[in-house]
Nanobody, 119 residues
Framework: QVRLEESGGGLVQAGGSLRLSCAASGRTVTIYAMGWFRQSPGKEREIVQTIRWAGGSTYSSDSVKGRFAISRSLRQYNIYLQMNDLKPEDTAVYYC????????????WGQGTQVTVSS
């Protein structure tokens, strides 16, 4: 079992910054990749940024490229999302997720953390 716990959400004005953290626990050696997803009211969940644990290669959606940065801690299975130049359209519940080895997709999810950007 892998468990994920997010922290760091909150309310920020447009143009501001926030940093999200996600701590994985349990059988973390089974993790292949981790990432951040978000969901706004009335919209489908969308990918934000992901990172492969071996090698550290990353993927970013175009909507956040250049503003957000995903990083990881090699000592612990933690990932972070540094969000800069936030816009009202970034308002969403942000979820940390993990894809375990052998899984075809992200199969472990955190409870989510709310990010609200005011204009």
């Amino acid at each position: 079992q892998v468990r994920l716990e997010e922290s760091g959400g909150g309310l920020v004005q447009a143009g501001g910054s926030l940093r999200l953290s996600c701590a994985a626990s349990g059988r973390t050696v089974t993790i292949y990749a981790m990432g951040w997803f978000r969901q706004s009211p009335g919209k489908e969940r969308e990918i934000v940024q992901t990172i492969r644990w071996a090698g550290g290669s990353t993927y970013s959606s175009d909507s956040v490229k250049g503003r957000f940065a995903i990083s990881r801690s090699l000592r612990q299975y933690n990932i972070y999302l540094q969000m800069n130049d936030l816009k009202p359209e970034d308002t969403a519940v942000y979820y940390c997720a993990a894809q375990r080895i052998g899984a075809s997709n992200y199969d472990v999810w955190g409870q989510g953390t709310q990010v609200t950007v005011s204009s």
